[in-house]
């Protein structure tokens, strides 16, 4: 039977195209959200470490003698990528995970306002922050008493 109008069957390519177009819009609005997690999820990751990384650097400051603290971390610097892990060795971290990590420390006496001034100081202010690509993502302040 051979007609005017045959029964063929299938897409035609502007139905094909339109049907990619409205699959790719709704797969972006799907992969948004997972992606935006991921990026929050990494950057919880660093807060962690910077936290850990400050906590461990002010209990190395702690640990000092309270006469050589100011001495020793007055204004202690480690490069982006040179973190030292173990301070009685110097080793640094080895794990490429650190490899954008920074941090820093001042510390310096504290006279409280009871204290005349004269005399010894009796404190000492310890600040460390910690530093990821440039950019600040922890700081501990702690007051060390003699």
Known sequence: MSGRF?????FSLAEAM?????????AAGVLVPFTTGAKLRAEGIHRTL??????DLVEQ??????DQITTQYGAY?????HLIMD??????????????FSRDATCA???VPQETGDGDAKFVLATVRVYYKGGEVAAINRLISK
């Open 6 to 10: 045959n029964n063929k069957r299938g």
């Open 18 to 26: 339109l049907a990619t177009v409205i699959l790719s819009i709704a």
């Open 50 to 55: 910077a936290a850990r990384l400050a906590s």
């Open 61 to 66: 400051i702690i640990s000092t003698d309270f």
């Open 77 to 81: 610097t480690e490069a982006k990528g």
């Open 87 to 100: 301070f009685q060795t110097g080793t640094e971290f080895s794990d490429p995970i650190y490899a954008n």
């Open 109 to 111: 006496y504290v006279y």
